[in-house]
């Protein structure tokens, strides 16, 4: 079921979002060789717990922690632990903030230390196509002009464009119809309408896009050890056009 919001409905969820854009901006300060993803973890928890929040990923169908934590050929989903990152990695950082019941949820990729030119070139290409979806969200156009606009602006820079995960309806709880493929063909799937909260969330290879699950059950990597990265944004579906709810810039 789709669940449509109301002006009110999404300002909370907007008010949501800037705190979660708030701690990314402290993340990115934080991020440096030597850091660990737990350390990281827990400051996203006192930061939200200080401002009256809660990581709703945490206790989610049994989900330990309050961010995932995704390395190097890590898509999604990877688990906050105790070994520094080094510097080379790229790290994404996601997480869903619950501020008294409104959701929003959002992931960033930030690079530690030095990265190559070729991994550079990967982040940009990533957040670049989640813009270029998210100007597809807008009422009438269909689901699949957002993938479309995802993909082929990403196999245009020799990049691929993960399958196994997408985006997805959000509100009251973390998974929501409509899920939001990033591939996909102009034209085609569920007609966007004003009130949806999606979530617009590419992951991108390096290399192939096939992934594969560790033995955890939660973890996808990249079955050819290609880098992968990965940008979200909440976003509303209004009149007015795409409402991006997870930045302190709009
Ligand atoms: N934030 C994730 C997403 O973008 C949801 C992770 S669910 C969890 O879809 F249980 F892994 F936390
Ligand atoms: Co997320």
């Not at 992931?107 to 940009?124: F, H, M, N």
């Not at 245009?156 to 009251?172: L, N």
């Not at 309408?193 to 990249?222: C, F, H, L, Y």
């Not at 992968?228 to 056009?241: D, F, L, P, R, V």
Request: hydrophobic share 35%; glycine share 10%.
């Amino acid at each position: 079921m789709i669940h449509l919001k109301t002006e009110r409905e999404i300002q909370l969820m907007r008010e949501a979002g800037q705190l979660l854009a708030a701690c990314h901006q402290e993340i990115a300060k934080l991020i440096r060789p030597g850091i660990t993803t737990m350390e990281i973890d827990r400051f996203v928890e006192s930061f939200l717990d200080k401002h009256g929040a809660k990581p709703e990923q945490k206790g989610y169908k049994g989900y330990s922690y309050a961010t995932c934590a995704s390395i190097n050929d890590e898509i999604c989903h990877g688990f906050p632990r105790n070994e520094p990152l080094k510097s080379g990695d790229i790290v994404t950082i996601d997480f869903v903030v619950n501020l008294h019941g409104a959701l929003a949820d959002s992931a960033w990729t930030y690079a530690v230390g030095e990265i190559s030119e070729r991994v550079k070139t990967l982040l940009s290409v990533t957040e670049q196509s989640l813009y270029k979806g998210i100007e597809q969200a807008i009422p009438g156009n269909r689901v699949g002009d957002i993938g479309h606009a995802i993909q082929t602006y990403v196999e245009a820079h020799g990049f691929s464009v993960v399958r196994d995960f997408t985006g997805h309806g959000i509100g009251p709880s973390i998974h929501e119809e409509p899920f939001i493929p990033h591939f996909g063909e102009k034209g085609k799937g569920l007609r966007l309408k004003e009130g949806m909260v999606i979530t617009i969330e590419p992951m991108v290879n390096m290399g192939q896009w096939q992934s594969k699950m560790d033995r955890n059950g939660w973890t996808a990597r990249t079955v050819d050890g290609s880098y992968s990265a990965q940008y979200e944004h909440t976003i509303a579906i209004t009149k007015n056009g795409p409402l991006i709810l997870t930045t302190t810039d709009q």
